[in-house]
């Protein structure tokens, strides 16, 4: 099986712009993950980052997970778990508006490092949409303007920590899924791997490597592309050993955005259904962790005379 795809964004500029992009137009068609290499962010923010969110965990959240484990019966699997994922989270929203202050626990600096680290990955996240566009042939900025709806692209972080578990085999970190939203961006513990991709019937290592950015796809940009790029389905393995961090960052559409397949993608058959990205947010809040084929059908079969936007 091919190598896992780890591109170096520094070449971009250079000399081998188009090998970089034919690598990138590589990872969407046929991977749906890739790891970014030089991505812009120092070493040493990331550095900072991943000292403030371990800080946090240990401080106000591992407490918590222990006292939900031993009062949910977890230690002593004997079955397996299919109802939970042994995890510790906590959400942030940046876009439209904020909640960063309503967070109870934050530290001052971990805030104030949070929302620069947010502002980083939406820059990035949007440059990227642009080389996905140059790769499709569509027109610059036309993903970013199919994301934007009436108040701009809904953006959030999700802080995971997985702590050792003692029966790996009974309950994964996060159990197999895709992502509902458009393109996800995870700072991941360069120490302690666990994320897999589904590719050709195999589970597939993400590697950890330190200061990389991992990018995955979610289910719009599988609409939108009317199925040249894929979302990929993916799961986090539950360790014995160590406690891995991940920090998962979600640039998705607005609320009311029209989502349909780019007219300039449909060749011979429109393969995607046209809907308002809200809708398909509340059936897949349901369905999460089934399928993603049968949420395309649903919101096929109640597709209603939606305008297009022009773009």
Same mark, same amino acid.
């Given at each position: 099986?091919?190598?896992?795809?780890? @591109?170096?964004?520094?070449?971009?500029?250079? +000399? +081998?712009?188009?090998? &970089?992009? +034919? *690598? &990138?137009?590589?990872?969407? /068609?046929?991977?749906? #993950?890739?790891?970014?290499l030089n991505h812009g962010i120092s070493h040493e923010f990331l550095d900072t980052v991943e000292r403030l969110t371990k800080d946090h965990y240990k401080k106000c959240m591992e407490?918590?997970?222990?006292?939900?484990?031993?009062s949910k019966a977890l230690e002593g699997l004997q079955a397996e778990v299919t109802d939970m994922d042994w995890e510790s989270t906590f959400f942030l929203r940046h876009l439209p508006e904020s909640n960063m202050a309503e967070i109870p626990d934050l530290a001052h600096e971990y805030r104030k490092v949070m929302k620069e680290f947010a502002l980083k990955l939406e820059k990035l996240a949007e440059e990227l949409l642009d080389l996905f566009? +140059? =790769?499709?042939?569509? /027109?610059? %900025?036309?993903?970013?303007?199919? #994301? !934007?709806?009436?108040?701009?692209?809904?953006? %959030?972080?999700?802080? $995971? =920590?997985?702590?050792?578990?003692?029966?790996?085999?009974?309950?994964? %970190?996060?159990?197999? !899924?895709?992502?509902?939203?458009? @393109? &996800?961006?995870?700072? *991941?513990?360069?120490?302690?791997?666990?994320? *897999?991709?589904?590719?050709?019937?195999?589970?597939?290592?993400?590697?950890?490597?330190? !200061? $990389?950015?991992? &990018? =995955?796809?979610g289910d719009q940009l599988e609409v939108i592309t009317n199925g040249k790029y894929k979302s990929v389905e993916h799961r986090v393995i539950a360790q014995t050993n160590g406690a891995r961090?991940? @920090?998962? $960052?979600?640039?998705?559409?607005?609320?009311?955005?029209?989502? !349909?397949?780019?007219?300039?993608?449909? /060749?011979?058959?429109?393969?995607?259904?046209? #809907?308002?990205?809200e809708d398909y947010m509340k059936l897949y809040a349901g369905l999460k962790f089934q399928a993603k084929e049968p949420r395309f059908q649903a919101m096929k079969a109640r597709e209603t005379t939606l305008p297009i936007a022009t773009a």
């Amino acid at each position: 099986m091919a190598t896992f795809p780890v @591109i170096n964004l520094e070449k971009l500029n250079g +000399e +081998e712009r188009a090998t &970089i992009m +034919e *690598q &990138i137009k590589d990872a969407c /068609e046929n991977w749906g #993950f890739f790891e970014l290499l030089n991505h812009g962010i120092s070493h040493e923010f990331l550095d900072t980052v991943e000292r403030l969110t371990k800080d946090h965990y240990k401080k106000c959240m591992e407490q918590r997970f222990k006292e939900l484990v031993a009062s949910k019966a977890l230690e002593g699997l004997q079955a397996e778990v299919t109802d939970m994922d042994w995890e510790s989270t906590f959400f942030l929203r940046h876009l439209p508006e904020s909640n960063m202050a309503e967070i109870p626990d934050l530290a001052h600096e971990y805030r104030k490092v949070m929302k620069e680290f947010a502002l980083k990955l939406e820059k990035l996240a949007e440059e990227l949409l642009d080389l996905f566009c +140059e =790769n499709l042939g569509l /027109e610059k %900025g036309y993903l970013k303007k199919a #994301f !934007h709806g009436t108040r701009g692209p809904t953006f %959030g972080t999700k802080v $995971s =920590n997985y702590p050792p578990c003692p029966k790996p085999d009974k309950i994964k %970190g996060l159990r197999a !899924h895709t992502d509902a939203g458009g @393109i &996800i961006l995870l700072f *991941q513990d360069a120490q302690v791997s666990g994320l *897999q991709l589904l590719k050709d019937g195999q589970w597939v290592d993400v590697p950890p490597v330190r !200061h $990389s950015i991992v &990018i =995955n796809l979610g289910d719009q940009l599988e609409v939108i592309t009317n199925g040249k790029y894929k979302s990929v389905e993916h799961r986090v393995i539950a360790q014995t050993n160590g406690a891995r961090m991940s @920090i998962a $960052s979600f640039y998705n559409p607005g609320s009311d955005a029209i989502i !349909h397949p780019a007219p300039a993608l449909v /060749e011979n058959k429109q393969l995607y259904p046209k #809907f308002v990205f809200e809708d398909y947010m509340k059936l897949y809040a349901g369905l999460k962790f089934q399928a993603k084929e049968p949420r395309f059908q649903a919101m096929k079969a109640r597709e209603t005379t939606l305008p297009i936007a022009t773009a």
